[in-house]
């Protein structure tokens, strides 16, 4: 088969990789930019570039009239987005040359926050009180009937690019008013106090065949916003959360009309009530690392099972998942002040990986006991400020890619 991975932030080597190895023609759409990266070259068969990868009406004008004139010559069996950022071009391009796959309205599920919190709401699954940013009297009604604080999202970001948090009536609506015309692309939500998780998952046929729950010992917003250090753990086997996450996991899936495709679910545990309310998702594998994080607690690797996946789907076969292991594992990032930091110190023999990027410091540990992790994840968090390694940046006033 011919895939066509649309992908233009530099990730999915993995899946590239095993797409390949199924015995297809891999095309990679990427950002220009990118051209350098180390991507799997031996895996591609033709690289296609854009010069501007914001999704707009030009980008995607330029994409269907590219995808028309290759496809003169080539046929594109199959179209996969390996970012957040890619779904939407993905679902264009499937719609307009009617490619089977996820199409424009599925889409909105995974990568729009207000469609999700509105679809979620009607499968009846919990969500914490919101508003779209449309009507004068709609929001100031929201504002008068649920307690503050809030905060004020983009609705197709990824992670917490973009994210204000407000404490006030008079707050709320000066941030309102400051996003000018771009007011509808956004959404209010409460803030609800709590444990933020999230479910890394593969679908097949409509049906999870697969997750791994795991809790952010510090939110993204909290690193994103208060220059935290990045850290998540597998939470305990069997437990009542775990199966309180997997079952809303799978509401979500069939509620949103997830088919086939890896998927990254996020939600929160609420200090107030103790219940779990639905925060996003998406279809694609999850970042930071995470899908490592997985893979050395459950022996899966998200990328290259959801190829693995997408050519059974695309050629009629079937699909058999690996055995999975019940390890627990912990990852561990923060931005550096050192461009290669010194990993000496950190030598314990549950390390299973070390980040390699400049000016990042990051390790995965594993182990059969999840209180030998939680142990390494604050071992590791206060040395890596007392030995200087911890940097942080000041979150960006405006989403950016």
Same mark, same amino acid.
Request: proline share 4%; hydrophobic share 40%.
């Given at each position: ?156 970001? !990824? /992670?917490?690019? %973009? ?7 008079? $707050?709320?609506?000066?941030? #309102?008013?400051?996003?000018? +015309? ?99 998702? !998406? /279809?694609?594998? %999850? ?7 997985? $893979?050395?607690?459950?022996? #899966?690797?998200?990328?290259? +099972? ?96």
């Amino acid at each position: 088969m011919n895939f066509l991975c649309i992908c233009t932030y530099y990730k999915g080597v993995e899946f590239l990789k095993a797409c390949k190895a199924e015995g297809n023609t891999v095309y990679l759409l990427t950002n220009k930019k990118l051209e350098s990266k180390a991507w799997p070259w031996e895996s591609i068969d033709e690289t296609f570039y854009l010069e501007n990868i914001d999704n707009t009406f030009d980008t995607y004008s330029n994409i269907i009239k590219g995808l028309a004139h290759l496809m003169r010559a080539k046929k594109i069996d199959r179209i996969v987005a390996l970012d957040d950022f890619d779904v939407e071009k993905a679902a264009l391009a499937r719609e307009h040359f009617r490619i089977p796959g996820m199409g424009q309205t599925t889409a909105r599920y995974f990568r729009d926050k207000l469609a999700m919190r509105v679809q979620a709401l009607s499968a009846g699954i919990n969500v914490p009180p919101f508003s779209p940013l449309f009507h004068d009297v709609d929001i100031t009604e929201y504002l008068n009937t649920t307690a503050a604080p809030w905060v004020i999202k983009p609705r197709s970001e !990824a /992670s917490a690019a %973009g994210i204000k948090k407000v404490h006030s009536f008079q $707050e709320a609506w000066d941030t #309102i008013h400051s996003l000018g +015309e771009e007011r509808h692309n956004y959404l209010i939500e409460q803030f609800k106090p709590g444990d933020v998780y999230h479910i890394d998952a593969l679908t097949v046929g409509g049906k999870v065949i697969f997750s791994r729950c795991s809790q952010y010992l510090n939110t993204p917003f909290e690193v994103a916003h208060g220059g935290g250090i990045f850290r998540s753990v597998t939470v305990e086997h069997e437990s009542k959360d775990e199966k309180a996450l997997k079952k809303l996991n799978e509401q979500v899936m069939k509620a949103f009309g997830m088919k086939f495709s890896a998927s990254h679910t996020e939600a929160i545990k609420c200090h107030e009530d103790g219940k779990f309310y639905f925060l996003e998702t !998406a /279809s694609r594998v %999850g970042g930071a690392n995470l899908a490592e994080m997985v $893979e050395y607690s459950s022996g #899966i690797n998200l990328w290259r +099972e959801w190829a693995k996946i997408e050519t059974a789907i695309a050629t009629g076969g079937t699909y058999e998942l690996p055995p999975v292991d019940d390890y627990y594992s912990g990852i561990i990032i923060s931005l550096s002040s050192h461009q290669w930091p010194d990993y000496a110190p950190f030598n314990d023999p549950e390390i299973v990986w070390k980040m390699n990027e400049e000016y990042h410091v990051g390790l995965i540990v594993r182990s059969k006991k999840r209180e030998r992790v939680m142990e390494l994840m604050e071992k590791y968090a206060i040395m890596i400020r007392d030995l200087g390694y911890h940097a942080s940046a000041p979150a960006p006033d405006k989403p950016v890619h």
